[in-house]
Structures are given as structure tokens and as C-alpha cells.
């Protein structure tokens, strides 16, 4: 079956950076699309940033110019390196992808302390 496993979080201070890791299996992970998604306390979940198979990425204005998804297909593990933190951006960070139907990953904690 297909599991997402994110690692990586912990608590920053702004300014700091933090790089999460999501490993994918159960799929065929090279033909994958794959996302980052973050949900903070009383907020609707909302996109960071996605990855196609053949490496073109999209991100939140928000996160443009701070964040970096990156993935390493013989890993089977997409990255979200995050430079310049803000408070705002503490959040649960998720990773997804849709093989039929949606996947999401437990998520991992990012708390960025001012």
C-alpha cells in the first residue's frame, strides 16, 4: 500500500531554516507527482509547494524565494528545504501525492519561534 512518511520538524527560531523529508512506497515513485501541504492551528490546510515527475515545481507566494521542493527519485524521497523562517510558518507539514486517490503522510511538526 502506499505510505508517506515525513521526518524533520522541530522547533526554529525565525530566520532559521529546516529541511523535511518525506519517503514514498507503495508507489512507483519517478512517475509521481508529489506536494507539500501545511495546516496550522484553526487554519484550512494549503499548498507549500509540488514537484512533477520530470522535476518542474510550483509554490505558494508565500514560500517563493524561501522554500525549495526538491525529490530524489533513487531515494524515493522528496525534499522541502526551508530558508528564512517565519512565525507564520509554523504549521503540521504534509506530504502528498495522488495515486488514484489521495495520500497524505502523518505530517511533522514545524514550530518557528520569534
Known amino acids: 500500500q502506499v505510505q508517506l512518511v515525513e521526518s524533520g520538524g522541530k522547533l526554529v527560531q525565525a530566520g532559521g531554516s529546516l529541511r523535511l523529508s518525506c519517503l514514498a512506497s507503495g508507489i512507483i515513485f519517478r512517475f509521481n507527482a508529489m506536494g507539500w501541504y501545511r495546516q496550522a492551528p484553526g487554519k484550512q490546510r494549503e499548498l507549500v509547494a509540488t514537484?512533477?515527475?520530470?522535476?518542474?515545481?510550483n509554490y505558494a507566494d508565500s514560500v517563493k524565494g524561501r522554500f525549495t521542493i526538491s525529490r530524489d527519485n533513487a531515494k524515493n524521497t522528496v525534499y522541502l528545504q526551508m530558508n528564512g523562517l517565519k512565525p507564520e510558518d509554523t504549521a503540521v507539514y504534509y506530504c502528498?501525492?495522488?495515486?488514484?486517490?489521495?495520500?497524505w503522510g502523518q505530517g511533522t511538526q514545524v514550530t518557528v519561534s520569534s
Open positions: 502528498y501525492t495522488f495515486v488514484r486517490k489521495d495520500y
Open positions: 514537484i512533477d515527475s520530470g522535476g518542474s515545481t
